[in-house]
């Protein structure tokens, strides 16, 4: 079984390389955006001719938040044309593909956690460019898994971990917001749940659509701060601020918890605590 994954050097894709001996059955390519625009159709269909996989995982992304609101014709390319790329072309090869989303796509007003049902409202250019980017997915070929994440962090290229750990070595005080929530994911995590779909497909033959994965809970930035600081071992004088007090270019999502019910019961996938995936990272690190 042949299993291509898009986006390499990201996070995802790094998460993905680091757990290929667990899955000997599987033959993975690897493409970074140097193999694979999948900006460049011709490009797509290039590689996909060369390697026929059966399965795709589109970890390739744009995911510059703030940066996406000064530049949307990227964002766009990249998330909307990109993703209608990759899925034109996994119709033409009969390619299950694997799609990565966003709590973004949800405006974050709700008050209970979101489910695959609830209505998307974007708030700013990058959950609006992902959101369109799940919708051309849906209207070019129906073999497909749309998986919504949040909040990613590994012990792989840049993340809001990584930041802290960096941060506290750095400084003696720290201000980190604490009227967003959310729910942590490790990225590995979302790994072994995305290859465990990719492994069980035969038996979920009807099982295509969009689905939520994060971890398990619920916590503010600021809680996720301090989880980190305390599993590293690290002093710091950690203060919790507004939302209002760090201002950014794109909005957040005041509450953005993703109701992870569709995923448990159709796949039977077990769901650590987001404390409990973090100490497993931070033991990597």
Same mark, same amino acid.
């Not at 993905?16 to 390519?29: C, E, G, H, L």
């Given at each position: 079984m042949v299993v291509l994954v898009t986006g390499a050097n990201g996070q995802l894709g790094q998460a993905i390389q680091s757990i290929v001996d667990n899955y000997p059955s599987i033959d993975f390519v690897f493409c970074s955006s140097s193999d694979l625009d999948i900006t460049n159709s =011709?490009?797509?269909? =290039?590689?996909? @001719?060369?390697? @026929?996989?059966?399965?795709?995982?589109?970890?390739? =992304?744009?995911?510059?938040?703030?940066?996406?609101? !000064? &530049?949307?014709? @990227?964002?766009?390319?990249?998330?909307?044309?990109?993703?209608?790329n990759v899925a034109e072309v996994c119709k033409q090869y009969n390619t299950i593909l694997l799609h990565i989303s966003t709590d973004f796509v949800f405006d974050g007003t709700a008050k209970k956690s979101y489910t695959e049902d609830d209505v998307p409202n974007p708030t700013g250019v990058y959950g609006q460019t992902k959101l369109d980017g799940e919708i051309a997915i849906q209207n070019t070929w129906n073999k497909?898994?749309?998986?919504?994440?949040?909040?990613? %962090? !590994?012990?792989?290229?840049?993340n809001f971990m990584k930041t802290m750990i960096r941060l506290g070595n750095e400084k003696d005080e720290l201000s980190v917001v604490s009227d967003q929530i959310g729910t942590p994911t490790n990225a590995i995590d979302l790994a072994e749940v995305l290859l465990f779909i990719v492994e069980n497909q035969k038996m979920k033959i009807k099982s295509f659509g969009i689905y939520h994965f994060s971890n398990k809970g619920e916590c503010s930035w600021y809680d996720f701060a301090k989880e980190i600081f305390t599993l590293n071992h690290i002093q710091i004088n950690l203060? !919790?601020?507004?939302? &209002? =007090? %760090?201002?950014?270019?794109?909005k957040r999502p005041k509450y953005s918890v993703l109701d992870?019910? @569709?995923i448990t019961t159709t796949f039977g996938i077990p769901i650590n605590n987001w404390k409990e995936s973090l100490k497993k990272c931070t033991q990597l690190l």
């Amino acid at each position: 079984m042949v299993v291509l994954v898009t986006g390499a050097n990201g996070q995802l894709g790094q998460a993905i390389q680091s757990i290929v001996d667990n899955y000997p059955s599987i033959d993975f390519v690897f493409c970074s955006s140097s193999d694979l625009d999948i900006t460049n159709s =011709a490009n797509c269909e =290039a590689i996909f @001719k060369q390697y @026929k996989p059966q399965f795709c995982i589109n970890a390739a =992304a744009y995911t510059a938040v703030d940066k996406a609101e !000064s &530049e949307p014709e @990227k964002a766009h390319l990249i998330n909307v044309t990109g993703a209608k790329n990759v899925a034109e072309v996994c119709k033409q090869y009969n390619t299950i593909l694997l799609h990565i989303s966003t709590d973004f796509v949800f405006d974050g007003t709700a008050k209970k956690s979101y489910t695959e049902d609830d209505v998307p409202n974007p708030t700013g250019v990058y959950g609006q460019t992902k959101l369109d980017g799940e919708i051309a997915i849906q209207n070019t070929w129906n073999k497909h898994f749309i998986i919504r994440t949040s909040w990613v %962090y !590994s012990p792989f290229g840049n993340n809001f971990m990584k930041t802290m750990i960096r941060l506290g070595n750095e400084k003696d005080e720290l201000s980190v917001v604490s009227d967003q929530i959310g729910t942590p994911t490790n990225a590995i995590d979302l790994a072994e749940v995305l290859l465990f779909i990719v492994e069980n497909q035969k038996m979920k033959i009807k099982s295509f659509g969009i689905y939520h994965f994060s971890n398990k809970g619920e916590c503010s930035w600021y809680d996720f701060a301090k989880e980190i600081f305390t599993l590293n071992h690290i002093q710091i004088n950690l203060k !919790s601020i507004p939302t &209002e =007090a %760090y201002p950014t270019s794109a909005k957040r999502p005041k509450y953005s918890v993703l109701d992870k019910t @569709k995923i448990t019961t159709t796949f039977g996938i077990p769901i650590n605590n987001w404390k409990e995936s973090l100490k497993k990272c931070t033991q990597l690190l």
